[in-house]
Each structure stands twice: as structure tokens, then as C-alpha cells.
């Protein structure tokens, strides 16, 4: 079962827009983290946001972070072509050091 | 650095017929992962290796075996492959510190077809 799950699943948004997705998951974490998969490649990883932190930046990027509602929300601030890829939120298991689980991810489209 | 390295990149492969998948990392990295992704899922993990001498099972470990050569290569093996293996096969590393891991580096995946 997938831990995490991204909403919404497609958004599609034109260069200088922002892109905002959310990640809520079911049980207490560590920490959650963000990843981007361009079409036919490996995940790379975006940003770790520690389970005692509310908010993080990196860049164009702004992750929060909301224990109480099991949630986090990535925005993609002046999005570009070059950020049509999927997302994904990835939450680890703090009784088995290591492990990540990924949802299904939020497949962002960025027209010119 | 390379990063992390799998080979082969494709394969086509009959049911019944077995193949290792290789993967390597340069990041000096005590951890390692097996991910499959089927199309419009996210990435379930099949076997991990927390560090070199232990592996476990993940979420979808049936019908695979891994080893742990060393500290740089973690290798997947399918015994006898079925049409539902049919997936994209990632291998990942990480590092970790106390109790937190940190970014996992993933390679750029081998797509498997089983006929």
C-alpha cells in the first residue's frame, strides 16, 4: 500500500504560473521528501523537509510541512517548460530506517 | 562520479527465463534499494540493503532474489520471469546519519518486458 498519496494527480499550466501539489500520508514520519521523474528517466531528488520543520525553500521550490494533518505541499513558483515532469512525495517508515514510500505522483504539464 | 549505474537498460524476456539485474553506486553510500514502477503508480520498493551484509524484504518481494555483493553493487534477480514483471526496475543508494536517511540517488532504470 502506498503511504503517501499526491493530489491532484494531472495539472497542466502555463510558463509563469504556479504549480501547487499536495502529499498527505497516514502515520508518523521522520521525514518527507520530494522527487521529480522526467519522462523516461530516474527520480531526482528535490528537497527533504524534517518532520520538526514546517517549511523549507530551495530555489523556486517551497515545501510546508503540517504533522497534525498528516500533509506537506509542494509549490513550484514561475514555472517553466522544464518543469513538465512527475512528482512525487516519498515518507519514510520510522520503524524500518531507510525505507520510503512513494504515492503515485502528480504528473505537472507546463505550457509555453 | 557515475552516480548509480544499471545495466542493461532494456530486455525482453520469455516467461520461465531468469536474468540478474546489476546496479552499482560510486557515492561510497551504505544503503541501497530495488523499486519497480508500473505505469501510473508510484515507485513500490522490492528488496532493500541497509548496509552490506543485510538485505530485507520490501513491499513486492515475491518472485525475486537480490544479493549484496559488496558495498558498491546490489544486484536483482529474476528466477523465473512472468508477464506480470512486466515493469520499469529502479536501484537506488542512500546515506543516513543517527537515525535520519537522507536523499535517495536513483539510476536511470531498466525497462523489462516478459512475454
Known amino acids: 500500500s502506498q503511504q503517501g498519496e499526491e493530489d491532484p494527480q494531472a495539472l497542466s499550466i502555463q510558463e509563469g504560473e504556479n504549480a501547487t501539489m499536495n502529499c498527505s500520508y497516514k502515520t508518523s514520519i521522520n521525514n518527507l521528501q520530494w522527487y521529480r521523474q522526467n519522462s523516461g528517466r530516474g527520480l531526482v531528488h528535490l528537497i527533504l523537509?524534517?518532520?520538526?520543520?514546517r517549511e523549507k525553500h530551495s530555489g523556486r521550490l517551497r515545501v510546508t510541512l503540517d504533522t497534525s494533518k498528516k500533509s506537506s505541499s509542494l509549490l513550484i513558483t514561475a514555472s517553466r517548460a522544464a518543469d513538465t515532469a512527475s512528482y512525487f512525495c516519498?515518507?519514510?517508515?520510522?520503524?524500518?530506517?531507510?525505507?520510503?514510500?512513494f504515492g503515485a505522483g502528480t504528473q505537472v504539464v507546463v505550457t509555453p | 562520479n557515475a552516480g548509480v549505474t544499471q545495466t542493461p537498460k532494456f530486455q525482453v524476456l520469455k516467461t520461465g527465463q531468469s536474468m540478474t539485474l546489476q546496479c552499482a553506486q560510486d557515492?561510497?553510500?551504505?544503503?541501497m534499494y530495488w523499486y519497480r514502477q508500473d505505469p501510473g503508480m508510484g515507485l513500490r520498493l522490492i528488496y532493500y540493503s541497509a548496509s552490506e551484509g543485510t538485505t530485507d524484504k520490501g513491499e513486492v518481494p515475491n518472485g525475486y532474489n537480490v544479493s549484496r555483493l559488496n558495498k558498491r553493487e546490489f544486484s536483482l534477480r529474476l528466477e523465473s520471469a512472468a508477464p506480470s514483471q512486466t515493469s520499469v526496475y529502479f536501484c537506488?543508494?542512500?546515506?543516513?546519519?543517527?537515525?535520519?536517511?537522507?536523499?535517495?540517488?536513483f539510476g536511470p532504470g531498466t525497462r523489462l518486458t516478459v512475454l
Open positions: 516519498a515518507t519514510d517508515d520510522p520503524d524500518s530506517w531507510g525505507k520510503l514510500q
Open positions: 523537509i524534517r518532520s520538526n520543520e
Open positions: 537506488a543508494s542512500s546515506e543516513f546519519w543517527d537515525i535520519y536517511y537522507g536523499e535517495q540517488f
Open positions: 557515492m561510497n553510500h551504505n544503503s
